[in-house]
């Protein structure tokens, strides 16, 4: 190898970049001297760090620069110290090529099953570097990388990939014990978070490398390394993140939760972190996440114990505490605002008694943007209980807040029926054609049932309302499955009961429901509600063809691409849908297939489906056998099927039409499949299946016929021959 090395070097050949690509470990040096030449002919690349995307392909440790890969390959080798200065030079270099670095950093330097035994010289030397270029932290490439690979660094349990004999990939855990190489990676770490805390600009990443430590760790964690991590996470804590403020405190909790199933000591680590007053009354609202049902009911009467003590004497002051308490959450942390949001509900509950506390509260809550977000129907309900209607409506109405939408359908939803009057169906109608909606925050399902209670005044509020929303479902198709996802509810409805409901105006409902199908990708998913509708309003079929047409993937919902099969008429229903997607589909013969798919390749063998399938199938052939569109697209699904069936389906493919001209045009097997393992099994059981075509193709009829099957037979033979060869190869 040294001599090519020599000759191909002297040559000047142009294999030999390739060469050493493969031969790097043979001849370093020469190898480093190399690299370091072509970083130094490369022109330097200005890239600002708001060009730099750390997110694209972060997960799939893709590296296809040569350099890199080279440099990267020196890992846990003699001359990695050289290969790493030559890493960083590339890299401030070449900050465009950001991700293939950090892959680079993931895929090559990381800890793999090889690190104990180099006393995880790698990972020293890697984070030894990082400080030497980062200029006392003044580099901010360096940094914005630093950051992105300290967090995976900091992890417990680390898994590498090899590729083992036959293709096979053989996966390595390895859980880190206190060695001391583990300490020194670590401590280099630790140490460069607390220098960048000193610096304001990086704090806050800082915390965010807090906030991820444990992730996904498990009570098998050797407790010494969280005891040795644990010396410079106080450290940053008692020094930057003090316990005066509610958002470290719930940090400390984060950590604490995490690491004290290795041992309950750990729990006492931030103990005056937990005596912060805001963090008090956040743990008075809070009710914990993943409990079972029982848990959930048990949890909840024991807040509610604990709640009505807190407010027994309870003044506004305290009150509007409790509310100031989820605003600073909401800007910490909103995915903690339902934890919360249930117990403030609990407060609001408790007080609902007495009417004066009450309506100040929720007058506070609503100035403050209601910060944990709270359904607003049942805190409507009870004001309507409290005050008049006008008065309601004067608490809710008040200056813009993001949940207003929310509270003002609230309103007249709850609005008590003896109470209504034109004012308030008029109200109705400008709220619903109003633009407010377009700040909807809540993701609770609303419904339309309510608009009944305003028929007193208008016969056809109902349709009126109903359609007002429709209108807008093209501005925000969320919009439309908030309102509308419940009328498609058996829990709710019955199909037929929602046919009675939209008796007088089917085309609505028809509209409604092809909306819901862009809305919701569960809407209907038997179909249950399409076919009811069809059957009292067959113009639906033309709207859900329009839908198939467009849409990009049939490999949902296939229950309800079947559900014409329980209707007297569905050869001539799925005839039709068949022919408009062979017009109007872009790339139908890609594309129909994959529809056909979900029609006939069940998942259940019910008896009554399959007849109707076979019989669809067989008048499609007996119909189409001259269609050379359909039928390629048919018979790339029959080729699917099991050996005897589409063996049938062949055979009246032939009866009805003979010209070997269509016969070659359609598959015989599959035109898309998938294997694990050999594939020789997979090409074998083709080759059985193609034969038991020869024996009806016998004369001067069927000749070509024979020759194009034989040939196939061939041609699948020499793929099993050459599979062969190459497992043999792959040892």
Excluded at 566 to 585: A, M, T
Aim: glycine share 2%; net charge negative.
């Amino acid at each position: 190898i040294k001599l090519l090395w020599e000759d191909l070097s002297k040559e000047k050949s142009e294999v030999f970049f390739e060469f050493v690509k493969v031969f790097f470990g043979i001849n370093p040096t020469e190898t480093l001297i190399l690299l370091q030449n072509k970083i130094e002919s490369e022109e330097k690349v200005i890239y600002s760090l708001n060009e730099i995307d750390t997110a694209i392909d972060k997960n799939n440790k893709n590296v296809q620069n040569d350099i890199i890969k080279i440099l990267g390959g020196f890992a846990d080798m003699t001359d990695f110290e050289t290969a790493c200065d030559l890493f960083f030079q590339y890299y401030l270099k070449r900050p465009d090529l950001y991700m293939e670095f950090y892959n680079a950093v993931n895929s090559y330097f990381v800890i793999n099953k090889y690190s104990l035994y180099n006393n995880y010289s790698t990972q020293i030397t890697f984070f030894e570097k990082i400080i030497e270029y980062s200029n006392d932290w003044k580099q901010e490439l360096i940094v914005l990388l630093f950051f992105e690979v300290a967090r995976d660094f900091l992890k417990f349990d680390f898994t590498s990939i090899e590729e083992g004999r036959n293709h096979r990939l053989n996966l390595y855990k390895i859980i880190i014990n206190t060695t001391d190489g583990i300490k020194r990676y670590r401590e280099l770490i630790w140490e460069s978070l607390i220098s960048l805390c000193k610096i304001d600009n990086y704090k806050e990443k800082v915390k965010e490398i807090l906030n991820s430590y444990a992730i996904g760790f498990f009570k098998d964690i050797n407790a010494s390394v969280i005891e040795f991590d644990l010396i410079f996470i106080k450290l940053i804590m008692k020094g930057f993140f003090l316990p005066d403020e509610l958002e470290n405190c719930l940090l400390a909790e984060r950590i604490v939760k995490k690491i004290h199933v290795v041992d309950d000591n750990f729990l006492k680590t931030f103990e005056d972190y937990f005596d912060n007053e805001n963090f008090q009354l956040y743990k008075l609202l809070y009710v914990k996440e993943d409990i079972t049902k029982f848990e959930y009911e048990e949890l909840i009467k024991e807040r509610r114990q604990v709640i009505k003590e807190y407010i027994s004497k309870c003044e506004l002051k305290k009150l509007k505490k409790l509310i100031d308490v989820c605003n600073e959450v909401k800007k910490i942390d909103t995915n903690k605002l339902w934890k919360i949001g249930i117990g403030l509900g609990i407060v609001f509950d408790e007080i609902s008694q007495n009417k004066d506390l009450y309506v100040a509260t929720i007058k506070y809550y609503i100035k403050n943007d209601t910060p944990s977000t709270l359904n607003p129907i049942h805190i409507v309900d009870i004001l309507f209980s409290l005050m008049s209607d006008s008065e309601v409506f004067q608490i809710i109405n008040t200056d813009a807040y993001k949940q207003k939408n929310d509270w003002l359908y609230a309103y007249y939803h709850e609005l008590p029926k003896d109470s209504i009057s034109k004012n308030h169906l008029k109200g109705l109608y400008n709220f619903l054609n109003g633009t407010t909606d377009s700040d909807i925050i809540l993701t609770t399902i609303r419904d339309v049932d309510f608009l009944d209670k305003y028929n007193s005044i208008d016969s056809q509020v109902f349709m009126k309302g109903c359609k007002i929303i429709l209108d807008k479902i093209e501005d925000s198709l969320n919009f439309g499955k908030v309102y509308f996802i419940l009328l498609f509810k058996t829990n709710r409805y019955t199909p037929k009961e929602l046919i009675s409901k939209f008796k007088n105006n089917l085309e609505l409902l028809e509209k409604i429901y092809c909306a819901m199908l862009s809305c919701d990708e569960n809407h209907d998913n038997n179909g249950q509600f399409l076919k009811e509708i069809y059957l009292n309003s067959p113009s639906i079929l033309d709207k859900y063809i329009d839908y198939l047409i467009n849409i990009d993937s049939f490999s949902d919902h296939q229950e309800k691409h079947c559900c014409f099969f329980d209707l007297d008429n569905f050869v001539e229903i799925y005839n039709k849908i068949f022919e408009q997607l062979i017009r109007n589909r872009q790339y139908s013969r890609l594309s129909v297939p994959y529809f056909l798919e979900s029609l006939l390749l069940p998942k259940q063998n019910e008896k009554k489906l399959l007849e109707r399938q076979d019989m669809w199938i067989r008048q499609c052939i007996q119909r189409f056998c001259n269609d050379k569109a359909k039928m390629y697209c048919l018979f790339s699904v029959v080729s699917k099927l099991e050996f005897k069936r589409k063996k049938e389906y062949i055979l009246l493919f032939l009866e009805n039409n003979p010209l070997f001209e269509d016969f070659e045009k359609i598959p015989l097997t599959p035109t898309s499949w998938s294997w694990s393992g050999s594939v020789v099994p997979m090409y074998s059981a083709w080759i059985e299946f193609l034969k038991s075509l020869l024996p009806n193709c016998i004369g001067l009829k069927w000749i070509k016929h024979k020759n194009y099957i034989e040939t196939k037979i061939d041609y699948l033979k020499e793929r099993i021959e050459s599979e062969q060869i190459d497992e043999i190869l792959r040892g």
